[in-house]
């Protein structure tokens, strides 16, 4: 479940609250991502890679499995594949299947929660808030990401090469 702490919104501290499941997913696919897809990637290479238990990633890449956004090869020289394009799956994919539906609030997931359900003032907030991260999370590919990732190294590296000609 994607939560956002607001019992602190009237100090300014409003924080998204992604489990670790959500945060290591999405890290380890981005790394199925980064790879060309002619061979497997190792769960301990990204386990090392991403400084994760290779008993965590295992439980992860069962779900995400499980889901179809990867796909699996046993053996000595086995490993995970993405099932799609990087460009087919989306921020939203991952962390719905790793997390759940993204509800801010515990009454979007129950309005029998909420004794003023029907008269709640910040219900509609609530949820322009909820659509609105849907939105964002649901428009972010994995290639966004890699395109994202790749121009950051490409300057990088045209920062040390402009420096060491200098």
């Given at each position: 479940m994607v939560w956002i702490d607001l019992t602190g919104y009237l100090r300014g501290d409003v924080n998204m609250k992604l489990s670790t499941k959500g945060k290591y997913g999405l890290k380890a696919i981005f790394e199925l991502a980064l790879s060309d897809g002619s061979e497997p990637v190792p769960l301990k290479l990204i386990a090392s890679k991403?400084?994760?238990s290779d008993?965590?990633?295992?439980q992860i890449f069962s779900v995400l499995k499980k889901a179809?956004?990867?796909k699996s090869v046993?053996?000595?020289?086995?490993g995970y594949y993405l099932n799609s394009s990087p460009s087919d799956i989306t921020v939203g994919n991952v962390?719905?299947?790793l997390e759940g539906d993204m509800k801010l609030t515990e009454c979007q997931l129950d309005e029998d929660l909420c004794e003023n359900s029907d008269?709640?003032?910040?219900?509609?907030?609530w949820t322009k808030l909820q659509k609105s991260l849907e939105d964002v999370v649901d428009s972010i590919t994995l290639q966004d990401m890699l395109d994202d990732y790749n121009s950051k190294s490409k300057k990088l590296e045209n920062d040390i090469t402009d420096r060491l000609c200098k």
């Open positions: 991403q400084n994760i008993q965590y990633l295992e179809g956004l990867v046993r053996g000595a020289r086995g962390l719905r299947v008269s709640c003032a910040t219900k509609v907030v």
